[in-house]
């Protein structure tokens, strides 16, 4: 059954070692923070740092594993009809509004929606790490300078996982406006037997 996670919100759910989650863009266009805790252990979390080492790559894609902080394999990733995702950028929270977008007040945020949806299983928002950011297109210059761009993902690409260990997940649909090319839209994901 396909899941829907409204625009600029966030969904936490447990999967088992060896069921599959694919996260769908289901209009094109819009990026998904993935958080990854171990289910029996939540001190064990995804890693960006020792997924970049071991798979000795930033562009993260089919045939790559995501990486525990205990050196430990997370998930596999299977398929990626887009191919393009990003693991090195934080969750947008509200001080990536106010530093940099200069915005004042309230705005959405992937933090928010993935600490407040991770609270059911016991984890505040200091257990977050850097998210793997499915479907985001960040580019990066020749002297090191980065660049987020629209992500190039169309209606229907996804990316298909499988879950080495018991795991909670937390999604979300980005809140960045640059991330997203300036506009909202859902995600959506389906667990797979």
């Not at 919100?9 to 447990?14: H, I, L, T, V």
């Not at 863009?25 to 997924?51: H, W, Y």
């Not at 190039?152 to 980005?174: N, P, R």
Request: charged share 25%; net charge negative; aromatic share 10%.
């Amino acid at each position: 059954m396909i899941e829907h996670i409204e625009k600029q919100s966030g969904r936490a759910f447990k999967l088992k070692k060896g069921q599959k989650l694919k996260v769908i863009d289901p209009l094109g266009g819009q990026v998904s923070d993935m958080v990854l805790f171990n289910a029996r252990d939540k001190r064990e979390k995804i890693s960006s740092g020792k997924t970049l080492d071991f798979e000795e790559t930033i562009l993260i894609t089919a045939g790559h594993y995501l990486w525990s902080n205990r050196s430990r394999k997370m998930m596999k990733i299977l398929e990626d009809t887009n191919g393009r995702n990003d693991f090195l950028l934080a969750p947008c929270s509200p001080e990536t509004f106010e530093i940099m977008y200069s915005h004042q007040g309230y705005h959405p945020s992937c933090f928010e929606n993935l600490y407040t949806n991770l609270e059911r299983f016991g984890l505040q928002p200091d257990d977050v790490p850097t998210a793997f950011n499915v479907f985001m297109n960040v580019q990066f210059a020749p002297d090191g300078k980065l660049s987020v761009l629209p992500p190039l993902s169309t209606a229907g690409d996804f990316v298909l996982f499988q879950a080495e260990m018991d795991l909670i997940v937390a999604l979300t649909a980005c809140s960045a406006e640059d991330s997203n090319g300036g506009s909202f839209k859902p995600i959506h994901y389906e667990i797979i037997e």
